[in-house]
Each structure stands twice: as structure tokens, then as C-alpha cells.
């Protein structure tokens, strides 16, 4: 049997996704590291939420920080983080696509 523990883990680090705003920032970092201020020009935040939102992802171990001068740059902690949202994104569509085939043939 599995220790529960993993399973305590693993919730949390999907609490810290489950926001609108972490899962665009997932996406923009999926193929780059970016800056901080690429990714507030991207996500139209404001300055304190969007780093706030980046504390609680880089907390978790989502994503992997580098500072480089006054720049922060941020990167996700590993690629199988985008993969994990991209399946998530395909089971929503597919969902979807289900839904509206249900209403169009009712």
C-alpha cells in the first residue's frame, strides 16, 4: 500500500495550480525560461498578485528561479509540468466536445 504522505503531496502541489493565472504561467514557460517582466507584460497581472502567484508555484517546487542581476528569471522545475497540464487540457476538451455532442443529438 502507498504511503498516504505522497498522496498529501501531491494535493497540495495541485492546490497550487489550480488558478487561472499559475496555469497561463505554466504555459507561457513551457518551451522558455522567462523574466519577470515577460511574464507580467503576458499575463496583464498586476505587479504584486503575479508574485505572489510565482512565491506559492516556486514554494511548491513547480518552478525553478534564477536571478541575474535585479532580473529574476523563472523556468519550470521540470517538463513533465507542462505535460501534466497539457493531458489536464486535453481530458477538459475532450469533455467539451462530449457535451455538445450529447445536446446535439438530444
Not at 19 to 44: D, N, S
Not at 46 to 59: C, V
Amino acid at each position: 500500500m502507498l504511503n498516504k504522505k505522497i498522496f498529501e503531496l501531491q494535493a497540495d502541489v495541485c492546490k497550487a495550480l489550480a488558478h487561472p493565472i499559475r496555469m497561463e504561467i505554466i504555459h507561457l514557460l513551457r518551451k522558455e525560461e522567462l523574466c519577470f517582466a515577460k511574464i507580467l507584460e503576458a499575463t496583464g497581472c498586476l505587479k504584486s498578485n503575479l508574485s505572489q502567484h510565482l512565491k506559492i508555484m516556486t514554494k511548491k517546487g513547480i518552478l525553478k528561479v534564477r536571478k541575474d542581476g535585479q532580473c529574476r528569471h523563472f523556468s519550470l522545475s521540470s517538463k513533465k509540468v507542462a505535460e501534466a497540464c497539457q493531458l489536464m487540457h486535453e481530458v477538459l476538451f475532450q469533455n467539451i466536445q462530449e457535451q455538445q455532442e450529447l445536446l446535439k443529438n438530444s
